[in-house]
């Protein structure tokens, strides 16, 4: 187990760079004369940078699949995911095909919603755990990005599941935790008799996928894990440079209370936004520019939409917040010797970058930390391609599909 004095020192380069970032903003803002000018002019040239990308579709334009460019609104999201995996569905809304393409498995009175793509015969299988809320769409982009840049990811198996009390995982029995998740991850795998699979996850996945790594070392190879915590999240959400003193507890606080302050205007949000999407877009778009990628904005309506869409589901939405910050599993990490990639954004202020570095050093098997200058939470939305890259090299080098 690292000591606090390895963490530390590990996180030097992530706070080198956090400090640059300071510097450049502080510049910009405070700078006399000539420096002041130049600080000005790094940091327009970067917001222009973002603007235009979002002004020319840049992220979207270039993921192709069969020539043809993925649309930035929810229906293009699905269908890409339908011309991805599902080519022989139905003529008729993409959205309505992907769910119609949803399986389920029930157990202990729960049902568990599932997607099963790909070669389901392939012995090399990905099993996807979600970041919470997260629709399968939300994958479209960087499924399409690793189509194109590794050619054995179409021999492989896609696994993607509904967390209990989410979406079609309905109705919730028993309680959340994160512990129950990578239980139902488990007793899916044995369903569908997977013996060996690579766990990619995403925010709120990594924590299941590195509890899972836990329980059952025997069914995970490798792992990528994008964007997490170590544990006990209310401890790092919102809190990029370290923990500050009663922020957990106000997230805590906030996240119990939420359900009762909506319990009255929910219903009436979630019909506004429902029946202006288009609109919502728009404004999303006018708002959200600054993470550089048209894909954000459609995606980012369609997350609050879900996220409001029942009661049920929004106590749900926060029990599982809750059980975020419940979840300690950081002192366990050595015991984790599967090799590893661990991606994060510099800038990261949700799931900050500093729990990434934690976590590639308190691993105990072989890992590969990758570290974007510029990537937010939003890095499989923001940088598809290059994030398809570093996931092709390492699966080819750390869990290689078998001829």
Request: glycine letters at 8%.
């Amino acid at each position: 187990m690292a000591t606090q004095l390895q963490l530390c020192y590990g996180k030097a380069p992530l706070y080198l760079r956090l400090g640059a970032i300071f510097g450049l903003v502080s510049l910009a803002a405070f700078g006399p004369g000539r420096w002041g000018i130049i600080g000005k002019g790094l940091v327009l040239t970067v917001l222009l940078r973002r603007w235009l990308r979002c002004v020319f579709r840049w992220p979207s334009r270039n993921l192709l699949f069969g020539n043809r460019a993925l649309q930035p609104t929810v229906e293009g999201l699905h269908q890409r995911f339908v011309e991805l995996y599902l080519p022989d569905a139905e003529k008729g809304g993409a959205e309505y095909a992907v769910l119609g393409a949803q399986k389920s498995l029930q157990f202990s009175e729960q049902r568990l919603a599932f997607w099963d793509v790909g070669p389901t015969d392939a012995e090399d299988a990905v099993l996807v755990c979600n970041g919470l809320g997260a629709r399968v769409m939300t994958w479209a982009p960087l499924l399409t990005a690793l189509q194109n840049s590794s050619p054995t990811w179409a021999r492989r198996r896609l696994i993607i599941f509904d967390y209990r009390g989410q979406f079609d995982s309905m109705p919730l029995q028993g309680e959340i935790s994160v512990e129950r998740s990578a239980e139902d991850a488990s007793k899916l795998a044995d369903h569908l008799k997977v013996k060996r699979c690579t766990l990619l996850c995403w925010s709120t996945g990594v924590q299941v996928g590195l509890q899972l790594a836990l329980d059952r070392p025997d069914l995970v190879k490798a792992m990528v894990l994008i964007q997490g915590t170590t544990g006990e999240a209310m401890k790092a959400l919102l809190q990029p440079i370290c923990q500050v003193p009663g922020v957990p507890s106000l997230l805590d606080f906030g996240l119990r209370l939420a359900p009762r302050l909506l319990q009255k205007h929910r219903q009436t949000m979630h019909g506004v936004l429902c029946r202006h999407s288009n609109a919502f877009e728009r404004l999303a778009s006018c708002l959200l520019w600054f993470f550089g990628s048209d894909l954000i904005a459609a995606a980012g309506v369609r997350y609050t939409q879900d996220m409001l869409q029942s009661e049920d589901h929004f106590l749900n939405y926060c029990r599982y917040a809750l059980a975020l910050g419940r979840h300690k599993i950081f002192s366990r990490l050595p015991e984790i010797k599967v090799p590893a990639l661990v991606v994060t954004g510099t800038p990261d202020f949700i799931t900050p970058a500093r729990c990434s570095y934690d976590m590639a050093i308190q691993l105990g098997g072989p890992c590969n930390l990758v570290d974007d200058f510029g990537g937010s939470h939003y890095y499989i939305y923001e940088e598809p391609q290059k994030l398809a890259l570093e996931m092709a090299q390492f699966l080819e080098r750390c869990a290689p599909v078998k001829a």
